[in-house]
């Protein structure tokens, strides 16, 4: 009997060291149980949200669409250069995760600027070689307001409008959305917070291996 | 001749606690100022200039060059009320972004971020009272 119970209690522990070992992010947002008939069995899958398809133009004005993500893992946010609130903090951490993934070509990075006005590709490029990104893995956009404002809401679940009884006129959320390769969310962490932004980084390691395994 | 020196002794004393006293109030009120324009600062600075005071990329200078501070240090009030445009040299590099004023700041919150700031992040530049600031501040452009 001591000798069952011992067994038990071993592969409990070893069972609990697997789990942690391969754990996986969750999948966010909203969720939609689908009936297959697969080999004449009857399987019920679940389809998650996605991000649709986008095009903006970045900082070099060159268009950048949904497709310059596939098969890499991305993080996103809302921003405006002339932000003097939670931006710098947002981008000083966010400048963080850049130089951590800097290189990787799994990884890109994706700001979306919500001053439709006067946040042009140009404005983006002097804003971006300010900060001291050079090329393309992180991209800084700029969108029509209903495309902007549509995606932030429906797609990301970040909150961003424009606001007259804002000192600046503008009010956004500082998230930050992990996106996988199959452009589901796989997670949110707020931007301004640096225990936050650290944990970010484990999760794209993670996310990094469940996704690409161990090639490099 | 006792009386003298009993005399003298207790005049020496009184005078040093005198003098010690004065400091003493000088150093309570730097503290003070210290510790209100950490507030201040953390409230109207920091989001830009950052907790460690070195801002960010050429989007906002740091505030670690005390020579700039040092030369300029007649005018950081107003620097701090009505903010700055143009192209401003710090540590040798060139920014040119916008910094918007603080105008709800009073004079004493003003001398008191920049006794904070004059006295963090490697600049040791002592007392700046709330009557330089008001004196500072009638000059503004």
């Known amino acids: 009997m001591k000798k069952v119970v011992l067994v038990a209690l071993a592969s409990l522990i070893f069972q609990s060291c697997i789990n942690t070992s391969e754990k996986k992010l969750p999948i966010l ?12 069995k ?21 268009p950048v669409t ?50 439709i006005k006067y946040d042009l590709p140009s404005k983006l490029k002097s804003y971006a070689s300010k900060l001291g990104i050079e090329g ?4 800084f956009v700029h969108g029509s307001r209903d495309s902007i404002f549509g995606i932030a809401a429906k797609s990301y679940l970040v909150s961003a ?30 931007g301004t917070k640096e225990d936050q932004v650290n944990q970010l980084m484990k999760d794209m390691e993670l996310l990094l291996k469940e996704e690409f395994g161990n090639e490099k | 001749m006792r009386n003298k020196l ?18 003493n109030e000088t150093s309570i009120n730097f503290k003070r100022y210290y510790v209100n324009g950490k507030r201040l600062y953390e409230n109207n600075c920091q989001n830009c200039h950052g907790s460690d005071g070195k801002g960010l990329g050429t989007l906002y200078p740091p505030l670690t060059d005390s020579s700039y501070l040092n030369l300029n240090r007649n005018k950081l009030a107003c620097i701090i009320r009505n903010g700055q445009t143009g192209t401003v040299r710090v540590n040798n590099i060139a920014y040119d972004g916008i910094m918007p004023g603080n105008q709800t700041l009073a004079d004493i919150d003003i001398a008191q971020v920049i006794v904070y700031i004059t006295n963090s992040f490697g600049n040791k530049q002592g007392f700046y009272d709330s009557e330089f600031a008001k004196n500072d501040l009638v000059k503004c452009k």
């Open chain 1, 42 to 62: 009857l399987l019920i899958d679940t389809i998650y949200q996605t991000v649709p398809a986008f095009s903006y133009f970045n900082q070099d004005s060159i």
């Open chain 1, 29 to 40: 947002g909203e969720r939609e149980p689908v009936e297959k008939t697969v080999a004449g």
């Open chain 1, 161 to 190: 409008f424009e606001d007259s009884t804002d000192p600046q006129g503008l009010v956004h959320q500082g998230w930050f959305i992990l996106v996988d390769t199959k452009k589901q969310l796989r997670g949110a962490y707020d």
């Open chain 2, 6 to 23: 009993i005399y003298f002794i207790f005049l020496t004393i009184a005078f040093t606690s005198m003098i010690q006293s004065c400091q």
């Open chain 1, 136 to 139: 393309n893995q992180w991209e």
């Open chain 1, 66 to 115: 949904n497709k310059d993500f596939d098969n890499k893992i991305y993080v996103t946010d809302f921003f405006f250069t002339s932000c003097n609130t939670i931006c710098p903090i947002m981008h000083r951490n966010m400048l963080n995760v850049y130089t951590k993934f800097k290189g990787n070509p799994k990884v890109k990075f994706l700001s979306h600027t919500i001053d």
